[in-house]
Structure formats: C-alpha cells, structure tokens
C-alpha cells in the first residue's frame, strides 16, 4: 500500500516535465541528465544556420590622439574580417570594418559580405591610465547568399534551392579593456599578455529575401553579443589576438536567428598609442 501512495506521489511530481525523472533518482544521476540536456542544446544551437554571420567586432583599444589600430581575423569557418581604427582627438575615434565569407560544400553554399562604419568616443583610467573605456555606434549593410542541394541514394542532384539575403545593420557597442600585462611564458621566452571585453547590441534589418528568385516575407531581429579576447604581445606594435563571443537573439525568427558565434584568431596592430 505504501509502495503504490509512493509512486502516485511521485507521478504527480514529475507529471508535465520535460523529462520524466522518476522521484528517487539521486542528484548525481539527474545532474548527468542536466549535463547532457545543456550538451545537446549547444550543439543545436551551433548547428543551426542563420542568414546573419557577426563580424570580429572593432576592439581598437585607443588611447590618444592620432593612434591608428588595424586588425586581421579569420575562422574556423572561414570567416575573414578587417577591422581599422584611427582617433582624431584625444577622446573621439572612428571605425570601419568589413568581412566575407565563401564556404563551397557538397550540399551546401555559404557566402556572405558585410561592411560597417561607426563614430565613438574612448578615454582611459585607473592608477596608471592604462584602463581603457570605448563606446560606439555605427550601422552597415550585408548580404547573405545561400545553396541547397539534395542528393538521391545514387549521389544525383535531384534539388537545388538558393536564398539571397540583403540586410541593413545598425549597432551600438560598448569595449572595456586594459593593457595591464600578465606574462606567458613560452618556447624560453616570456609574451605579455592583456584581455578585453565588449558588449555589442545590433539591429538588423532585412532589405530584400529572394528564394529561388521569389520574394519572401521580410525579418528583423535585435541580438545581444557578448564578446571576449585575448592579446599576446609579439611586439611592442603587433599583438595576437584570440576572440569568442555568444550571439544570442531577442526575437523568435526563421531566418534571422542567432545561429552562429564568433571564434577566431587573428593580428592586431596599434600604432601612436600610450605606451604603459
């Protein structure tokens, strides 16, 4: 009698869960079943294809008037962006950026182009200046040209379906960062090293949405960027720098969806500014 008012008990407690835990299964088990679940929705998430590819956000880290930074970076996916800055005063910088991106598959193309411009403002601080606020805003404009391909069990091409993608880009961003160093020591050599941090809020906003030459209905989406690098100091002008970022969408869209992150590894250079 007990063993059956114990398990209706616990039906009536697992009932309407995602999943159906029985009631006595200890928190080892259940945390293993939380890891899994976490592990199966990054994967999702990554696998997920969005007409919308973040460039390597601007982190030009500027410090004085006249400074110039230029950077270089590339993914694993194979997309390449270029970032340039130049402060012309000692509080107020620009930026221009721009990325492409042509990734040729068996069933699927991916190519894409983006182009940005932005205005900020930066200042340093902390004991010895070398604390670094930048904020920036800007827009830009893309395109996002993609190929599907289906195959019979004889590897014929039996479909073919392709999208084309204009968009129009607007964003603010917020950059924290510090040349404070911290030391790595590698192959007998040390390599100072200093990190950053940045916030990016971009607006995008759909032009034209060609399927197989049929217009589709229009999307937009705002995203929520987080971002996080790493420089080692080569020199006293050439730094190595290694980006992450999540992406992460506000609206529920078909298209526009936050389907892919930032992972790259790249060349920075900073010339003219305030050496610490």
Same mark, same amino acid.
């Given at each position: 009698m007990d063993e059956k008012l114990r398990f209706k008990t616990d039906f009536m407690q697992i009932q309407g869960s995602v999943w159906l835990y029985p009631f006595h299964l200890d928190c080892l088990t259940m945390n293993k079943h939380i890891q899994y679940l976490l592990i199966s929705i990054l994967l999702l998430s990554a696998s997920c294809s969005s007409v919308y590819m973040p460039n390597v956000p601007n982190t030009p880290m500027l410090s004085t008037k006249g400074e110039f930074s230029g950077g270089g970076h590339i993914s694993l996916k194979g997309n390449g962006s270029l970032n340039g800055a130049y402060a012309f005063s000692n509080h107020f910088g620009a930026l221009v950026s721009a990325s492409v991106m042509n990734n040729e598959r068996t069933r699927k193309d991916y190519r894409h182009k983006l182009g940005e411009v932005g205005l900020g403002y930066f200042d340093t601080f902390g004991p010895d200046n070398n604390r670094i606020i930048e904020i920036y805003a800007g827009f830009g404009s893309g395109?996002?040209? !993609?190929?599907?391909?289906?195959?019979?069990?004889?590897? &014929?091409?039996?479909?073919?379906?392709?999208?084309?993608?204009?968009?129009?880009?607007?964003? &603010?961003?917020?950059?924290?960062?510090?040349?404070?160093?911290?030391? *790595?020591?590698?192959?007998?050599?040390?390599?100072?090293?200093?990190?950053?941090?940045?916030? !990016?809020?971009?607006? &995008?906003?759909?032009?034209?949405?060609?399927?197989?030459?049929?217009?589709?209905?229009?999307?937009?989406?705002?995203?929520?960027?987080?971002?996080?690098?790493?420089?080692?100091?080569?020199?006293?002008? &050439?730094? *190595?720098?290694?980006?992450?970022?999540g992406n992460f969408g506000l609206k529920n869209r078909k298209f526009l969806t936050a389907g892919n992150s930032i992972f790259t590894i790249g060349l920075v250079v900073n010339l003219g500014g305030k050496q610490n």
């Open positions: 395109r996002t040209d !993609r190929n599907f391909r289906d195959y019979n069990e004889n590897d &014929i091409l039996t479909l073919t379906n392709t999208e084309l993608v204009k968009y129009n880009k607007t964003f &603010i961003q917020l950059n924290y960062s510090s040349k404070k160093k911290n030391n *790595l020591r590698l192959f007998g050599r040390e390599y100072p090293l200093n990190y950053g941090t940045a916030l !990016r809020i971009s607006h &995008i906003d759909m032009d034209s949405f060609l399927s197989n030459g049929v217009g589709q209905p229009l999307e937009d989406n705002l995203f929520i960027e987080p971002v996080f690098f790493t420089r080692m100091h080569l020199s006293d002008a &050439i730094q *190595l720098q290694y980006t992450s970022s």
